[in-house]
């Protein structure tokens, strides 16, 4: 089964430590990832989908998007179908922005297939990251997330799914090769920046240009 976008969703915070996101997922062999921005010295510490805990993305979550500000992003495999509820718990909010997306056809297994991450705490124009795809037939999904405001658009190996001026997700629309895969997410202007990249592998590898040995039935006789 291929991967393919399901959904995506956002929602954000100035106070008290909880931010509640409506998502609603439609499909088959479902993964819901959902990114949380928070401002400095806020932590996100759980997020929860229909009531069910989800799994911080390990190893390159979380990292700093601007001098003590940073972003987490977080799995779920199999989020209930229909709509429900992101719910994110924070020590404390001042700024905190949460987004979900899903895709369907996933592998309900072993993700991250790859990961990597990028981040500047300097003013640039945007970020490259560079994921090594292991199995194939994968998508590239990225959160990426900047403190200026200034806007963000698609650059090479990207598609915009969902964004705002300062943060949002994008993906590599379509499956990609094994090996190294780039993906960059542009500022309109400069700022700080930060970006979480994840491989997908599919619910089911495929077998197209596979050969297969021919079976031979035996008679009995």
Same mark, same amino acid.
């Given at each position: 089964?291929?991967?393919?976008?399901?959904?995506?969703?956002?929602?954000?915070?100035?106070?008290? #430590?909880?931010?509640?996101?409506?998502?609603?997922?439609? /499909?088959? @062999?479902?993964?819901?990832?959902?990114?949380?921005?928070?401002?400095?010295?806020?932590?996100?510490?759980?997020?929860?989908?229909?009531?069910?805990?989800? &799994?911080?993305?390990?190893?390159?979550?979380?990292?700093?998007?601007?001098t003590?500000?940073?972003?987490?992003?977080?799995?779920?495999?199999?989020?209930? #179908?229909?709509?429900?509820?992101?719910?994110?718990?924070?020590?404390?909010?001042?700024?905190?922005?949460?987004?979900g997306?899903?895709?369907?056809?996933?592998?309900?297994? /072993?993700?991250?297939?790859?990961?990597?991450?990028?981040?500047?705490?300097?003013?640039?124009?945007?970020?490259?990251?560079?994921? &090594?795809?292991?199995?194939?037939?994968?998508?590239?999904?990225?959160y990426?997330?900047?403190?200026?405001?200034?806007?963000?658009?698609?650059?090479?190996?990207?598609?915009l799914?969902?964004?705002?001026?300062? @943060?949002?997700?994008?993906?590599?629309? /379509?499956?990609?090769?094994t /090996?190294?895969?780039?993906?960059?997410? @542009? @500022?309109?202007?400069?700022?700080?920046?930060?970006?979480?990249?994840?491989?997908?592998?599919?619910?089911?590898?495929?077998?197209?240009?596979?050969?297969?040995?021919?079976?031979?039935?035996?008679?009995?006789?």
């Amino acid at each position: 089964m291929a991967i393919a976008f399901d959904a995506a969703s956002s929602g954000s915070a100035v106070s008290g #430590t909880t931010v509640t996101v409506a998502h609603t997922c439609t /499909g088959t @062999n479902l993964i819901l990832l959902v990114a949380t921005r928070n401002d400095a010295n806020e932590t996100t510490s759980g997020i929860t989908y229909a009531g069910v805990s989800m &799994t911080q993305v390990p190893t390159v979550s979380p990292i700093n998007y601007h001098t003590g500000g940073n972003m987490t992003m977080w799995y779920l495999f199999a989020p209930a #179908t229909g709509a429900n509820n992101i719910v994110a718990t924070c020590t404390t909010i001042t700024s905190v922005v949460v987004r979900g997306y899903s895709l369907t056809g996933a592998k309900q297994s /072993g993700f991250p297939d790859a990961s990597s991450n990028a981040n500047s705490l300097t003013n640039v124009g945007g970020l490259t990251t560079s994921t &090594t795809v292991v199995a194939s037939n994968c998508w590239v999904s990225s959160y990426f997330s900047n403190n200026s405001g200034g806007g963000t658009n698609a650059g090479t190996g990207a598609f915009l799914r969902s964004a705002d001026a300062s @943060n949002g997700w994008f993906d590599s629309n /379509g499956t990609v090769a094994t /090996g190294a895969y780039s993906m960059t997410v @542009n @500022n309109t202007g400069t700022a700080q920046c930060g970006m979480i990249s994840v491989s997908i592998a599919p619910s089911v590898a495929a077998t197209s240009g596979k050969n297969f040995p021919t079976l031979t039935l035996l008679g009995v006789g």
